[in-house]
């Protein structure tokens, strides 16, 4: 999750190998001793840092490897978006300070203009997104990262002559001081399936935290979806292969193929072709409002109707984000609210269809590929349905005991008069 990347940790755990003793009073590393007075009592609120564990180590440790932020740099529909977000909200705000700048004070309207907006960039990696917010005119951007590449974050922005514009805070949310209100929290913190890895609560903390009343998270809300699929080529690669290999019959391979390609989620892209029904909404996120409390479990229930006649091969999982402003501000419900009530089966909406839209970053398997491809929890035995034929059950969420960044999938599904109870977990 470049630009959303690991800033702090689920409960019971720590953020990094750089604080001693499972409690965390160590100065954080700057770039920059930047950034304005406090505006407010409401900055720093001091949060107890929870001990270390070795998961978390070795999950800050992976982020310090440039070849995962090359290949989320190199997700174009991404990292375009992003920028596109940062932009759109850029024009938004000065024609908001125009609006109002003859009839009432900025500081009344609660809308400073974008030269005086301060960002915070919740997992900034190589400090993309925090450049993308410089250019845009920024006043000042801190950029929170937990793992190494943050010195290299700090190494970028001043080869960009941004220094004095972009601190990089070498450590946690819970641990870093910023000492002033920020006007906008920016964060790429999707994790395969929305909500793997656990680091929206980052974002929760540094909203908590800092973010002044009425200012902007950038995306704003999520979606998760899930839906029904037929893929009957995978299973005939991973498992009927087995039954001639070269003109051999090795069947007896086949139930432990089954175990080792359907026991766990698979992160794959399909097309939507492979997707049997529309699909429903398993979670709602409004990054204003959401909880950690909230994520540590999510169940939703679902009725699906298949479409065609199809081999049932499991469910598809996949998200969108959206770009847009606090309700309280825009007075207006977001897109993911609207499609819940204008579609009953919560099936997916499509991207904006003119620029005062929000902006949405989908995927969904019939938009663009990208790096979060879709993700699969498949059976070991595919179901037959016929068309218009009920698949119902429900679907729980979990966040693992063993390790809070993993994932536990419980789903208990039926059609046709048969029931079926699926265990996975996304690690």
Known sequence: MEGGMPTSSPAGSCSNGHHQNGTDHVKPWRSHHGGGAS????????????????????????????????????????????????????????GKFKLF??????????LPPIGLIVVVDVGCGTGILSIFCAQAGAKHVYAVDASEIALQANEVVKANKLSDRITVLHGRVEDVQIDEEVDVIISEWMG????????????????????????????????????????????????????????????????????????????ETISGENVLTWP??????????????????????????????????????????????????????????EATKTNPSGGHRRKRANPDEALVLSTAPEDPPTHWQQTMVYFYEP???????????????????????????HLEYASGGRSFVKESVLR
């Open 383 to 409: 179901i037959d349905v016929e068309q218009d034929q009920v698949i119902d059950g429900s679907v729980t969420l979990t966040q693992s005991k063993e390790n809070a960044r993993f994932m536990n999938i």
């Open 101 to 110: 700048k003859e009839h009432i004070s900025l500081r009344n309207a609660g």
């Open 39 to 94: 505006r407010s009592r409401r900055v720093n609120r001091e949060i107890e840092a929870p001990p270390c564990t070795d998961f978390d180590k070795a999950y800050f440790q992976s982020y310090s490897h440039v070849g995962i932020h090359e290949e989320m740099i190199k997700d174009r529909v991404r990292t375009e978006t992003y920028r596109m977000a940062v932009l759109q909200h850029q024009k938004h705000i000065e």
């Open 192 to 267: 395969y399936m929305l909500l793997y890895e656990s680091m929206l609560g980052s974002v929760i903390i540094a909203r908590d935290r800092w973010l002044r009343p009425g200012g902007l998270i950038l995306p704003s809300n999520a979606v998760l979806y899930m839906a029904p699929i037929t893929h009957p080529n995978r299973y005939a690669e991973s498992v009927d292969f087995w039954r001639n290999v070269y003109g051999i019959d090795m069947s007896p391979i086949v139930p432990l193929a089954k175990q080792c390609a359907f026991e766990e989620p698979s992160v």
């Open 280 to 337: 429903h909404v398993v979670k709602h996120v409004d990054c204003y409002t959401v909880t950690v409390k909230e994520l540590e479990s999510v169940t939703a229930s679902f009725k699906f109707q298949s479409m065609m006649r199809a081999p049932f091969n499991g469910f598809a999982f996949w998200f969108d984000v959206e770009f847009s402003g606090p309700a309280t501000t825009t007075g207006a419900p977001s897109s993911a609210d």
